[in-house]
């Protein structure tokens, strides 16, 4: 109707597309949203037959400012389209001669993003990539502009549990402040494919992958009554000055003094169980852990550092019972 009711010199501007035209209109430039936020939660619970409660958690810019100069890049690839992907904005740098490769961690990102005349990653066909970067990176030949241009502070008063026989609290008075480094999701577009993990269980090819770097440059917490990984109890510890990084050690390169963590999540079945829920897989985290104060009960001990922690060949199978 609104067609008809123009005059006819307005008519004859529109000019039908054939499929060639529709094709140059199609979204390939993606969506860019630049975010500020501050996020607090009174408290988060979990309730079976007791309950998990995670209380007076706060998420901002350091010193509770807002958590700002946030940008999403969203897209759905083309075929074998290049899209932004980890430190690729350093290796568009380098290539103009912004950054120089006598910095290993540079060379290292220009020869791993560098596509042809473009940077980034390649994706398939109707892949969903997400990349979470700064909307202002500072000085383009400053890596410290660009490695500190997202600051964050996370606070959790307490996390607690509760059940018929009382209360335990496993951490309290969490305290960290540091910066987040290129951050990507990507739903890969796979269809109704599946594959075979080593250990068995079958998972979907139609999977989330998390690729993330970031960096703890201060923290503290008290640590009340909880296990690290299973393995060690540190019921009563209060950490403070903690660090989370990577610059020591044989397993720097490509990070930027950052610590990672990669993950692919989708739906699976055990090779055991037989059950079938969330399959979370190729799990994987590497840094530097620094604690320069490490007390039991009120009384430091001294300082406890990690080189080389990394966690690595980790599969879950997540289901109700």
Same mark, same amino acid.
């Given at each position: 109707?609104?067609?008809?009711?123009?005059?006819?010199?307005?008519?004859?501007?529109?000019?039908?597309?054939?499929?060639?035209?529709?094709?140059?209109?199609?979204?390939?430039?993606?969506?860019?949203?630049?975010?500020?936020?501050?996020?607090?939660?009174?408290?988060?619970?979990?309730?079976?037959?007791?309950?998990?409660?995670?209380?007076?958690?706060?998420?901002?810019?350091?010193?509770?400012?807002?958590?700002?100069?946030?940008?999403?890049?969203?897209?759905?690839?083309?075929?074998?389209?290049?899209?932004?992907?980890?430190?690729?904005?350093?290796?568009?740098?380098?290539?103009?001669?912004?950054?120089?490769?006598?910095? =290993?961690?540079?060379?290292?990102?220009?020869?791993?993003?560098?596509? @042809? /005349?473009?940077?980034?990653?390649?994706?398939?066909?109707?892949?969903?990539?997400?990349?979470?970067?700064?909307?202002?990176?500072?000085?383009?030949? #400053?890596?410290?502009?660009?490695?500190?241009?997202?600051? %964050?502070?996370?606070?959790?008063?307490?996390?607690?549990?509760?059940?018929?026989? @009382?209360?335990?609290?496993?951490? /309290?008075?969490?305290?960290?402040?540091?910066?987040?480094?290129?951050?990507?999701?990507?739903?890969?577009?796979?269809? #109704?494919?599946?594959?075979?993990?080593?250990?068995?269980?079958?998972? #979907?090819?139609?999977?989330?992958?998390?690729? =993330?770097?970031?960096?703890?440059?201060?923290?503290?917490?008290?640590?009340?009554?909880?296990?690290?990984?299973?393995?060690?109890? %540190?019921?009563?510890?209060?950490?403070?000055?903690?660090?989370?990084?990577?610059?020591?050690?044989?397993?720097?390169?490509?990070? %930027?003094?950052?610590?990672?963590?990669?993950?692919?999540?989708?739906?699976?079945?055990? #090779?055991?169980?037989?059950?079938?829920?969330?399959?979370?897989?190729?799990?994987?985290?590497?840094?530097?852990?620094?604690?320069?104060?490490?007390?039991?009960?009120?009384?430091?001990?001294?300082?406890?550092?990690?080189?080389?922690?990394?966690?690595?060949?980790?599969?879950?199978?997540?289901?109700?019972?």
């Amino acid at each position: 109707m609104l067609a008809l009711s123009l005059p006819t010199t307005a008519m004859a501007e529109f000019q039908p597309l054939d499929d060639g035209a529709l094709s140059g209109v199609t979204g390939q430039a993606g969506v860019t949203i630049e975010l500020e936020t501050k996020i607090n939660i009174d408290h988060l619970a979990w309730t079976d037959e007791g309950t998990l409660r995670v209380n007076d958690m706060r998420l901002s810019g350091h010193n509770d400012t807002v958590l700002d100069n946030l940008k999403l890049t969203v897209d759905i690839a083309g075929t074998g389209e290049v899209l932004e992907h980890g430190f690729s904005e350093i290796a568009r740098r380098a290539d103009a001669g912004l950054l120089s490769t006598s910095n =290993t961690d540079v060379a290292d990102a220009l020869a791993k993003y560098s596509m @042809g /005349s473009e940077f980034g990653k390649q994706f398939n066909s109707g892949d969903l990539v997400i990349h979470l970067g700064a909307t202002d990176y500072g000085d383009p030949t #400053s890596l410290t502009d660009y490695l500190q241009a997202v600051d %964050f502070e996370l606070e959790v008063g307490s996390i607690t549990t509760t059940g018929s026989e @009382g209360s335990a609290t496993l951490f /309290s008075d969490v305290l960290l402040q540091g910066y987040v480094g290129p951050t990507d999701l990507v739903i890969r577009n796979e269809g #109704s494919s599946s594959k075979t993990l080593s250990n068995g269980n079958v998972v #979907s090819g139609a999977e989330l992958q998390l690729d =993330t770097h970031f960096e703890v440059t201060d923290g503290s917490l008290n640590w009340d009554a909880a296990d690290v990984i299973l393995l060690f109890n %540190f019921a009563a510890v209060g950490i403070e000055g903690l660090q989370i990084h990577n610059r020591r050690g044989d397993d720097t390169l490509g990070h %930027f003094g950052m610590a990672s963590a990669t993950a692919k999540l989708s739906r699976g079945t055990g #090779s055991v169980s037989g059950k079938e829920g969330l399959s979370i897989h190729e799990v994987e985290f590497r840094a530097d852990i620094d604690m320069p104060v490490f007390k039991v009960g009120q009384v430091s001990i001294g300082s406890v550092q990690f080189t080389d922690f990394a966690i690595t060949d980790t599969t879950m199978m997540v289901y109700g019972h």
